[in-house]
């Protein structure tokens, strides 16, 4: 049989890509729970609906993307393509929509698109991802965004990104913005791709976000939603930038983003990278006040966002290293008993700790050097009978006799 393939579009993480991921989770992790954010798991698949609310989805996420499928039980499930549906379905289903708000919520896992596979577009890639639900003031917008500045900066990418923030305004603003959207690309529908003269009759607002390049040129003279705001919008979103200054988040006005998702309403931000090529957006959101009503639950206003783990760990500006363990080698039969205490001696206090199968003294050295330990520590007949070791400093190149009970001490 010849040799089987990773799936298109998916990736084995091993080595320093593992070590990649884990940071950039980790570090969402740990600064989001500065933020009080708690961490929540939900299923990898979901049924249908929880993506695909009926006719009015034109997200290309939704309406080309997804891994949907029949189970066995004739059911519809689709394995997510992100992670705010299952997570506002989960607010609902677990009866958490009425008490605690806002629900402060970290995300981080798989997510699955059919796409076209290249750098930075999988289709199994990896989001973190933090959410406030159930808060309608600009504050948690601001808050938001803060958490993800902060992040990036915390992972050293900061500096290669920018953030460039709009508004979609309330109800009021996107009709009368809609109208004038329609009445601009009505005007050029003919040189408009398939895909946005579709669009256009749907949600125009997507033709903003359209990848086409003769789409994007007629993209470039459309009208902005400024002149459309009520001044409750204009206000809120005055409001978010306030706060955004004093969080002391840099951020740079863009009026044509609209974001991949239909659900968004007032602020709409991503941070923007030129180092990736085209996959040039490594984390994107906003707010959405309608999805939790649309999962059955009671009006929720919701805010958060999304960011893409490959993205930003191609970013990362070195390589996090594996942690550099201890070789134990015992030397001669009677040396194994007491070479295993040591080396559950060693991982109890803290130390990574490794000890070679098999082998003679030669063998195991080699092996240490391959693993790239900072230490060995060996154990003979004339160690045992004196209760020592040799502790010896692999980068060094010095020896010396310590105690045996010493020896996780002198690692730590
Ligand atoms: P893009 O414009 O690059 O397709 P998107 O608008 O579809 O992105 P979102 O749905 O907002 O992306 O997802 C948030 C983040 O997840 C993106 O900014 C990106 O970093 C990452 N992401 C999205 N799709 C993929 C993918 N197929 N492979 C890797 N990362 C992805
Ligand atoms: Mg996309």
Not at 67 to 85: H, I, K, Q
Not at 163 to 183: F, K, M, Q, V
Not at 235 to 256: I, K, M, T
Not at 290 to 312: F, I, Q, S
Request: hydrophobic share 40%.
């Amino acid at each position: 049989m010849t040799a089987l393939q990773p799936a298109r579009g998916t990736r084995d993480l091993i080595g320093e890509d593992f070590r990649r991921h884990h940071k950039v989770a980790e570090t969402a992790r740990r600064i989001s729970a500065l933020y009080g954010f708690e961490e929540w798991a939900t299923p990898i698949f979901e049924d249908t609906r929880v993506f695909s609310r009926g006719l009015g989805d034109t997200s290309d996420v939704v309406s080309k993307e997804m891994y949907t499928f029949t189970d066995r039980g004739g059911e519809s499930v689709t394995l997510r393509p992100e992670a705010t549906a299952g997570l506002c379905r989960a607010l609902v289903s677990n009866g958490l929509t009425q008490s605690n708000l806002p629900r402060k919520v970290f995300y981080t896992g798989p997510m699955f698109r059919y796409e076209r596979p290249q750098k930075g577009r999988y289709r199994q890639f990896h989001q973190i991802d933090i959410e406030v639900m159930g808060a309608a003031e600009p504050l948690s917008d601001a808050e938001v965004i803060a958490c993800g500045w902060h992040i990036l900066q915390e992972l050293g990418v900061a500096g290669a990104t920018v953030l460039e923030i709009n508004t979609l305004g309330d109800t009021p603003s996107r009709d009368a913005y809609r109208a004038a959207l329609i009445a601009y690309f009505s005007a050029h529908r003919d040189a408009l791709s398939h895909d946005s003269r579709v669009r256009l009759e749907k949600n125009p607002l997507r033709i903003l976000d359209s990848k086409d390049e003769t789409d994007r040129a007629i993209v470039a003279g459309a009208p902005t939603i400024a002149a459309h705001l009520t001044p409750e919008a204009a206000e809120f979103y005055a409001s978010v930038r306030r706060h955004l200054d004093r969080f002391g988040v840099p951020f740079r006005e863009n009026p044509r983003i609209v974001r991949g998702l239909d659900y968004y309403s007032h602020t709409a931000f991503e941070f923007v990278t030129d180092q990736l090529g085209a996959q040039g957006t490594v984390m994107g959101g906003g707010r959405y006040n309608g999805l939790v009503e649309e999962m059955g639950g009671p009006p929720t206003p919701c805010v958060g966002w999304a960011a893409g783990v490959e993205r930003l760990a191609m970013l990362l500006p070195e390589a996090p290293s594996a942690p550099r363990p201890v070789a134990v080698i015992p030397v001669g039969d009677a040396a194994e008993a007491p070479a295993l205490d040591l080396l559950q001696a060693l991982r109890r206090a803290g130390v990574t700790a490794e000890i070679a199968y098999r082998g003679n003294l030669k063998r195991r050295m080699e092996r240490a050097n391959r693993i790239g330990a900072r230490a060995a520590v060996i154990i003979g007949d004339e160690e045992i009978a004196a209760g020592v070791a040799q502790l010896r400093d692999l980068d060094a190149g010095t020896q010396e006799k310590v105690p045996l009970a010493e020896v996780p001490g002198r690692l730590a």
